[in-house]
């Protein structure tokens, strides 16, 4: 049996098709349901993660036509902008491209990650020119100034991800931890949202296609093609969307030792037309590989699986300020790789918008001020099973199941259609 996108649509229309989250398949087949095609017609799977391969292209006026030829630097928030393509001369108006990785010159913790949050947040942002004569003037601009404002990722969405391992002797600085990887085995972190993932739920990519709708830091998106580096093994995606009905919540800045990455968050529907992509929906964590790389050599020394970091873990990072003992240094608010922790009148406080649930900050704090349950990767080194803990998540599972249920919601009520792809992706 193979159904037409064409034909869900039409159920949807007529309010008789079932969407289901991908974790509420997942939840399904544990439970031993035995789930056919007619069980459901959507699947709606995401994720939110650090990803890299990330940038903005924005175009708007600084100054009045004919004050300056050309802009040769251009510095938002201190941030880095590539100037161009387009040269605008005597216009008064900046075409550039921010790279999602860049540092700001002031500030190494501040990065284009949070520079994209700062502007879908509507706050006010710097904007620093040096133009091709050699003269400066600085202006100020929000979200609403800019008239084009598009955000790409370039390489998201992997269909697995890697987990990372330290087996030198040595710390590392590195972007797959927040602070220095601690040497000798000594803690894991990993990324990827597993089962929720949208390429592991249809990784031939029957559905997922050019001209596919998303949701892309929760607004409407195009999927445009296949990212860089992708592959057979491992595919990923390149997707499009405006950044002024983006909701910041779902993107930010993620601080590592090696500096700033980019927050960010896909939700994709699955639509079920066949068998092949049904039994790829119903695959667990459990089942999909989560391969265990040496950060500091950079090569794969063992295979775990996404069940070792979210089967029996919590999603959710619990606070309990009444602990809190006064420490002169709380290590989890200085090492927060979101700024999500601050003292207040001497007491703890965790901003849940800006928390990541990474599960950080109950490593470091000596009496358990948080806490979360992370797990253990278990796998297979030199010939020995061994068991390594999660220090560190670099996907928020919890926001993935949130952004799932948001377009599952959007579908039934019709404010999100679903699309036939104009060209399928070879993987």
Known sequence: MVRSIEDINERIIKGKAIVLTAQEVGELVENGDDIILEDVDVVTTATRAVMSGTYAVLSFPVDAPFSFIRADQVFLNEVPAHVGPCPNERLGILDMMVFGTTHGIDDPEYG????????VERKPVSVRVVTDAGTTFSTT????????????????????????????????????HAVEFGPDMSGATFSGCGQLNPVKNDPQLRTIGIGTRILFNGAQGFIIGDGTRSSVEKPNLIAVADMHSMIPEYMGGFTTSAGPECVVSWAVPIPVIEKGVLDAIKQLDSKVPLPVMDVDQRERIGMATYGDGWSGVDLEVVVEPSRCIGCDHCLPQESCPTDAIHVDNGAVVLDRVKCFNCGLCTTLCPVDVFAAELGALHFEYNGTDIDVPVILRQSDRKRAIELSQILKRSILDGTFRLTEMVERIVP
């Open 112 to 119: 284009a990650g949070h520079l994209f949050r700062d502007l």
């Open 141 to 176: 601009t929000t979200l609403d100034d800019i008239t084009y404002a598009k955000l790409f990722g370039t390489r998201n969405t992997f269909k697995n991800y890697s987990a990372f391992v330290n087996c030198s002797s040595n710390s590392v600085s590195t972007i797959f």
